[in-house]
C-alpha cells in the first residue's frame, strides 16, 4: 500500500494530507506481506524464490511473473476475503488501487 501522508499546498502547518483530499478522511496504511507460498513459490527447487538467477534478462521476467501472480492472488482471493470481512460493516468497502495493482484501498 502506497504511502499517502505526504502533504498538499505549501507545506505549512494545518494542511490537509493527500488522503484527506481525496478521499475525506484519514486512511489507515498497512503494509503486509505475501506468503510466496500461496502463489506457488518454494514447493521444488526449480521456483524457490531465492535461487540464484543467472542473467538480468531472466531475474526481471521472474519477478514480472512473480508481481503478476501476486496482483492475481490479490485481486482473485484476498479481496474476496476483506470484502467478506468488511461486508458486517456498513459503508466499507475494499477494491484495488487504480494505480497499482499490488494496492487493497478499504474505504
Not at 502506497?2 to 494542511?15: A, I, L, Q, V
Not at 483530499?21 to 524457490?48: P, Q, T
Request: aromatic share 8%.
Amino acid at each position: 500500500m502506497r504511502n499517502e501522508s505526504r502533504k498538499s499546498g505549501s507545506g505549512r502547518g494545518g494542511e490537509k494530507s493527500v488522503a484527506e483530499k481525496r478521499y475525506g478522511a484519514c486512511r489507515l496504511l498497512l503494509h503486509l506481506i505475501l506468503d510466496w507460498r500461496l502463489l506457488g513459490y518454494g514447493h521444488a527447487e526449480s521456483n524457490d524464490p531465492y535461487q540464484a538467477i543467472t542473467s538480468k534478462t531472466k531475474q526481471s521476467r521472474y519477478n514480472q511473473e512473480m508481481n503478476a501472480k501476486a496482483a492475481n492472488y490479490i485481486r482473485g482471493t484476498l479481496l474476496g476475503q476483506l470484502s467478506q470481512l468488511f461486508a458486517a460493516v456498513s459503508g466499507v468497502v475494499a477494491s484495488i488501487d487504480g494505480d497499482d495493482p499490488h494496492t487493497v484501498n478499504v474505504f
